[in-house]
């Protein structure tokens, strides 16, 4: 197939090329993400096959030519050829990790303070996903895509719950869901000093600061919706209940520190003061998470205890002076 004049880079000839054709529903919709949808496949690696040359439009739609961000129209028609899984280059690793829950579809993680979820540079050994090959073999299985089944993540200082797809029908079905924005996720977090409003929504849109190292509240950011609820404040520390509605990097540090209450152990968005928490730990924990299976629609919540470095950091908190208890 050929695409923009240049030679398809990868396509093999034995694979039949699977053709879409554009709905009412999806027009309008740039191409990577009606190819993402279409297949099951994450919206990164869509972009990839069509940058491989691996997209063509079907009667003479667009001159023979397509790129990611392409706008697509209904009634439009693409052939897309999905060339065979490519072996991950991982070994697996026994990583300690717990397991909430995990069917033929999906595995709920309980991911611990300080493991990375997949690899990167500088960590290219000892992931979440080496343990996730360990314990599930037929893990690294789904599309060729480098995270497999990881449709949502928590910072390496963030522990908690994670849900991950086993296979291409969860991680298409569970992609719909954070994309759309049913996905629950309730997190409990400690911040420095005491929060004027015990219950509020912030609204503030997130990107990148002027260094690329830090995510910054800006006016030309990313859409980012976070409610938080003051459970106790006691001195210079409040225990709060946080439920986002949007993913973006940091969200929660980003959004508290706005607020002028960053996080306990958050070095990163505040200057570093005195704690015993442990190193790169963050008083951050993905508590409860709730989503529609994606197997048959049913709703299915699950529960995360906090972790005994955090309680532990509570207990020395709750033996000075009486906490002011919110409602």
């Not at 529903?25 to 993400?33: C, F, K, Q, T």
């Not at 579809?105 to 050994?125: C, E, M, Q, R, T």
Request: aromatic share 8%.
């Amino acid at each position: 197939m050929r695409n923009d004049g240049r030679e398809s880079k990868g396509t093999d000839s034995s694979l039949a090329p699977r053709e879409t054709e554009i709905t009412a529903e999806l027009s309008g919709h740039r191409l990577d993400y009606v190819i993402s949808r279409e297949l099951g496949i994450s919206r990164s690696y869509a972009q990839k096959l069509i940058r491989d040359g691996l997209v063509g439009p079907l009667g003479g739609v667009n001159g023979g030519w397509v790129k990611p961000s392409l706008k697509a129209r209904i009634g439009e028609r693409y052939a897309v050829t999905v060339p065979p899984p490519e072996k991950l280059e991982l070994e697996p690793e026994d990583i300690g990790f717990g397991v909430v829950y995990s069917d033929e579809d999906i595995i709920v993680v309980d991911k611990p303070a300080g493991l990375v979820v997949h690899p990167s540079p500088g960590h290219y050994s000892g992931t979440l996903v080496h343990g996730l090959l360990y314990r599930f073999p037929e893990f690294g299985n789904i599309k060729g895509v480098m995270r497999p089944g990881i449709v949502h993540r928590l910072d390496a200082a963030t522990s908690g719950l994670m849900v991950v797809a086993r296979g291409g029908f969860a991680l298409e079905k569970l992609y719909g869901e954070f994309k759309s924005r049913r996905v629950e996720k309730t997190y409990l977090l400690l911040c420095h000093g005491i929060p004027k409003e015990p219950k509020a929504r912030i609204d503030a849109p997130i990107g990148r600061d002027a260094d690329g190292r830090r995510m910054t509240v800006r006016a030309d950011g990313r859409n980012a919706v976070t409610d938080y609820e003051v459970l106790w404040s006691r001195g210079e520390y409040s225990l709060c209940r946080c439920v986002i509605h949007t993913g973006r990097t940091h969200q929660i540090r980003v959004h508290m520190k706005a607020a002028g209450h960053p996080l306990v152990g958050d070095t990163l968005y505040a200057a570093p003061k005195k704690s015993s928490l442990p190193e790169n730990r963050v008083f951050l924990h993905s508590w409860k998470l709730s989503f529609a299976h994606p197997r048959d629609g049913r709703k299915v919540s699950f529960r995360s205890f906090m972790p005994g470095d955090l309680r532990d950091f509570l207990s020395g908190i709750l033996s000075g002076p009486r906490a002011t208890c919110r409602p």
